[in-house]
Every structure is written in C-alpha cells, then in structure tokens.
C-alpha cells in the first residue's frame, strides 16, 4: 500500500519561512504517485484537525484554506514522489503537527480539504511558530 512520510518541520519565529515535505512510496504495481490527489491537514493541541492546502494529481488545480492564503504554496514533483508546502509569513496560530494524505483520483481534477476523502495518512510533522 501507498505509505506517506511528511518531514522538515521545525521551530520558527514569527514571519519566517519554512517548507515542509511528504514523500511517497511503497505504491502497489500498477500505481504511480501522479494518480493520487495529496492535501495538507494540520492539528494543534484540543483542536479540529483542519485542512491546509490540496493539489491534484497532476497539480493543475490547488486549493487553501482562508487562513493560509497568501501565505502557503503547495506543489508536487510527480518524478519524486514528493509534496511540498512552502510556508511563508509564518504566524504563531500556525503551530500544529502537520499531515499529508493522499487518495486516488480517478476524477482528475480531485482537489478538496476534506479528511473523510483520504485514505492513507502520514505520520505529520511538528512545526512550532514561536518567538
């Protein structure tokens, strides 16, 4: 099955930058990486986990939350199996374990935040926006 590893989070100060990534691998035969959809959800302490930021298989169509507009860029390079989301600005009320998860699209524009959609999940990131 399809395993995800986020990784690159970290402690920043407010109005830093930081990116963090999820490499896939472990895709059953006959799968590749650019058939699945991957969005970004993140989770701080006693609260809802949220989604981030969403990018289609072929990374032709995104999508961010209000809060993150702006703010957070999110792509893909298919060739490596990776996801990326540059996190610029960042703001203290961004601090959170962030995930990725993925799902396979056969509708191919799939780009939604919304975590009953995905079906493999990775084991998240901290990042923490503190000064």
């Known amino acids: 099955q399809l395993q995800l590893v986020e990784s690159g989070g970290g402690l920043v100060q407010p109005g830093e930058s930081l990116r963090i990534s999820c490499a896939a691998s472990?895709?059953?035969?006959?799968?590749?990486?650019?058939?699945?959809?991957i969005a970004w959800f993140r989770q701080a302490p006693g609260k809802e986990r949220e989604g981030v930021s969403c990018?289609?298989?072929?990374?032709?169509?995104?999508n961010y939350a209000d809060s993150v507009k702006g703010r957070f860029t999110i792509s893909r390079d298919n060739a490596k199996n990776t996801v990326y989301l540059q996190m610029n600005s960042l703001k203290p009320e961004d601090t959170a374990v962030y995930y990725c998860?993925?799902?396979?699209?056969?509708?191919?524009?799939?780009?939604?935040?919304?975590?009953?959609?995905?079906?493999?999940w990775g084991q998240g990131t901290q990042v923490t926006v503190s000064s």
């Open positions: 990018i289609s298989r072929t990374g032709g169509r995104t």
């Open positions: 998860a993925a799902v396979f699209d056969f509708t191919q524009a799939m780009c939604v935040l919304t975590k009953g959609s995905f079906a493999t």
């Open positions: 472990g895709a059953a035969s006959g799968f590749t990486f650019n058939y699945y959809a």
